[in-house]
Nanobody, 122 residues
Framework: QVQLVESGGGLVQAGGSLRLSCAAS????????MGWFRQAPGKERVFLAT????????YYADSVKGRFTISRDNAKNTVYLQMSSLKPEDTAVYYC???????????????WGQGTQVTVSS
């Protein structure tokens, strides 16, 4: 089992930045791919970014490419999502997830955090 806990969400003005963290415990973190997703009210959960086990490979959704950066620190069992140039449409609950492969589909991830709210005001 893997437990994931997100933190770092909050209220920020448009154009601002936030860094989300996701701390993992349980099974060996460094063997897992990690992903970030978000879900706005009334909408489906959508893929944002993923990183492979070593951190050597990343992939982003077009909507966040160039604005968000995913990274990981295997020594700290933590994955990060640095978000900049935030827009009101980035408002959502943000989730981290862990799985075997760094892919875009939510169902490929076996473990999920509880989510952290990000609200971007205009």
């Amino acid at each position: 089992q893997v437990q994931l806990v997100e933190s770092g969400g909050g209220l920020v003005q448009a154009g601002g930045s936030l860094r989300l963290s996701c701390a993992a415990s349980g099974r060996t973190f460094s063997s897992l791919a990690m992903g970030w997703f978000r879900q706005a009210p009334g909408k489906e959960r959508v893929f944002l970014a993923t990183i492979n086990w070593s951190g050597g490979s990343t992939y982003y959704a077009d909507s966040v490419k160039g604005r968000f950066t995913i990274s990981r620190d295997n020594a700290k069992n933590t994955v990060y999502l640095q978000m900049s140039s935030l827009k009101p449409e980035d408002t959502a609950v943000y989730y981290c997830a862990a799985g075997r492969l760094a892919v875009v589909v939510p169902r490929a991830y076996d473990y999920w955090g509880q989510g952290t709210q990000v609200t971007v005001s205009s």
